[in-house]
């Protein structure tokens, strides 16, 4: 896990930034160390071996690690009789502190989660924002709670999760989703197969059709109204300076995005891109407006400090990032930005 | 027309007033009664109706007739044998929670359900295809998945599993992506001009259990 500097948009606004922050994003790995419950464990299993790391890609599911972990378990926990017996459709995974995963969530997610829950829980030690450490996973094998789990997790539930996921911040985007469903079904597929195969080009590829671009132009400024009269009589070939970039970040109608807090509700708003007085919507701006008491506005008299901090992939995010450069270089491969609000308590500062 | 999540509140809210008021007697035989509002027990602004009804599983008799038709012509008659031997054959009784929640990406209400045998056991897609809450025929086919129900060419999937969006649990949920267009050719149909803002959102989320109406068949004359 790491800090930004603050991004200046001279900088942090190119074509080739974008793809250096999109492929940062994408390469983001979690130590997962997982347990087999140990009260399930078979008869005759060898229990000295029953643990099993994994540096998970951010990007993947937890149904996407089941086939590897269960070659290791038939091939060196269990013996010939117990793995005959394995139904991988019936296992599910708790955190340490007994907290569900949701299998249709990206592992990312799920490790920054944890991060915040921690952050909230008496033992002060491992709610560091900044730790880093293994997250550690208890796998039972039997009796999934339905109660506080989707049905049936499977690779395939979990891609048509993901194509749900992506059609619906398309609709946030741009009010409908002709972009995800102009793709042709292989292309449709390789999103998928890119998230599989951990492979960011076989994933961007598809991607970048229907993520939005950022522009040159200076976030701080409005951009140019796109119009249909000036897209007529001014094509974008002619003059790519000043033409309007439908596609761009700041042109989107909203960013899609989620905000996740320890032990609460996951929040959803629309989030313009740009404020109605013509400035960059930024996280700061959204958090405060949304959780003032956790963000309280700068412009508070006296002046507060902030009581929580934001986690986006890992990072801890500067309140003056923009929400659409969010959109477009740190969403999760699912669309979404993935904001994991943690409360910040004496000695667990950055 | 969109709703906003305020909008989306003060429309629930009369229209529950107005099932259980009794101003119009005749009210709660043209719309689905029974809503209680709810919210998050801590997060305000993330309000909800929800309501419980029983429902039943459709017999097997339609899938066994559809399976056994290139049979030989005893198994039709043993068909025809049982089902006129059970008129009104005993049907499973299940347990459906019903929720009207604000679908922020779409902003209209979005229709949520969970559906459980009596022992808690949640039914599975295949059977919730064959719960009789639906009108029959209007959910496609099974499709072999069991996530969701896609129709040939879907921007989303018709029904699908999803997390509730204030409670976090396991639902199912009818996708909401094209309410507000049929909502909105309603609304377009009726003169509001007389009507304020609560009475004209109420009527909105009255248009709204017609359009779902089409595919889910709300008990009505209930309290």
């Not at chain 1, 208890?138 to 339905?146: A, R, Y």
């Not at chain 1, 390789?190 to 598809?206: M, P, Q, T």
């Not at chain 2, 347990?95 to 990406?105: C, D, E, F, K, S």
């Not at chain 2, 808690?120 to 072999?144: C, D, N, W, Y």
Request: aromatic share 10%.
């Amino acid at each position: 896990m790491a800090s930004f500097a603050r991004p200046s948009p001279s900088v942090f606004s190119t074509s080739a930034s974008t793809s250096l922050f999109r492929r940062l994003t994408w390469e983001g790995t979690v130590p997962l160390e997982i347990r087999v419950d140990s009260k399930e464990l078979p008869a005759n299993s060898d229990r000295g071996l029953e643990c099993y790391f994994i540096q998970a890609p951010r990007v993947s599911y937890l149904p996407l690690l089941v086939p590897e972990i269960k070659r290791f378990l038939v091939d060196v926990v269990f013996d010939e009789a117990a793995a005959r017996l394995v139904k991988e459709e019936e296992w599910w995974f708790e955190s340490e502190e007994g907290n569900l995963l949701k299998w249709h969530w990206p592992i990312g997610l799920i490790y920054d989660n944890h991060t915040i829950s921690s952050s909230i829980r008496p033992s002060a030690s491992s709610s560091s924002p900044v730790s880093g450490g293994p997250l550690r996973l208890l796998l039972h094998l039997v009796s999934p709670p339905t109660d506080k789990l989707l049905l049936s997790p499977s690779a395939e539930a979990c891609k048509q999760a993901f194509m749900g996921q992506m059609k619906e911040a398309d609709f946030i985007r741009w009010g409908g989703t002709k972009k995800m469903t102009g793709l042709r079904k292989t292309e449709q597929d390789g999103l998928w197969e890119g998230i599989k195969e951990h492979n960011f080009d076989e994933y961007w590829r598809v991607a970048s059709k229907v993520t939005p671009t950022t522009t040159p132009t200076r976030p701080q400024s409005p951009p140019p109204v796109p119009s249909s009269a000036s897209l007529h009589t001014r094509p974008p070939s002619a003059d790519p300076n000043v033409s309007p970039d439908r596609d761009g970040a700041y042109n989107v109608r909203s960013v899609p995005v989620r905000i996740y807090l320890p032990d609460g509700p996951v929040l959803q708003d629309l989030v313009p891109p740009i404020l109605e007085d013509g400035t960059a919507h930024t996280l700061g701006y959204y958090l405060s407006s949304h959780l003032p008491q956790l963000f309280p506005p700068s412009s508070s008299d006296p002046p507060f400090q902030d009581l929580a901090y934001a986690l986006v992939q890992g990072v801890l995010v500067p309140p003056e990032s923009e929400m659409a450069w969010l959109g477009a270089c740190m969403a999760g491969a699912d669309g979404w930005v993935s904001v994991c609000v943690g409360i910040l308590r004496e000695g667990n500062a950055q | 027309m969109a709703l906003s999540r305020k909008q989306f509140e003060i429309a629930c809210k009369t229209f529950i007033h107005k099932c259980d008021s009794g101003d119009d007697p005749l009210y709660t035989q043209k719309h689905p009664a029974g809503w209680t509002w709810k919210e998050h027990p801590t997060y305000p602004g993330l309000g909800y109706m929800a309501r419980q009804i029983t429902t039943t599983l459709r017999s097997q008799e339609d899938n066994t007739r559809d399976t056994t038709e290139s049979d030989d012509s005893v198994q039709e008659v043993e068909d025809v044998a049982v089902d006129a031997s059970r008129p009104s054959p005993l049907s499973e009784l299940i347990n459906a929670q019903l929720w009207v929640v604000y679908a922020v990406t779409f902003q209209v209400p979005a229709f949520y359900f969970s559906a459980h045998r009596s022992n808690g056991v949640p039914l599975t897609l295949t059977e919730i295809t064959k719960l009789s809450m639906f009108r029959q025929g209007t959910l496609p086919a099974h499709t072999g998945s069991t996530f969701a129900l896609s129709t040939p060419d879907p921007a989303f999937a018709l029904l699908s599993q999803g997390d509730h969006p204030t409670l976090g649990t396991p639902c199912w949920y009818l996708h909401p992506c094209n309410t507000a267009e049929v909502v909105g050719e309603i609304m377009d149909a009726v003169d509001c001009r007389e009507w304020g803002e609560a009475e004209r959102l109420s009527r909105w989320l009255e248009a709204w259990f017609s359009v779902v109406g089409n595919i889910v068949d709300l008990p009505r004359g209930e309290r």
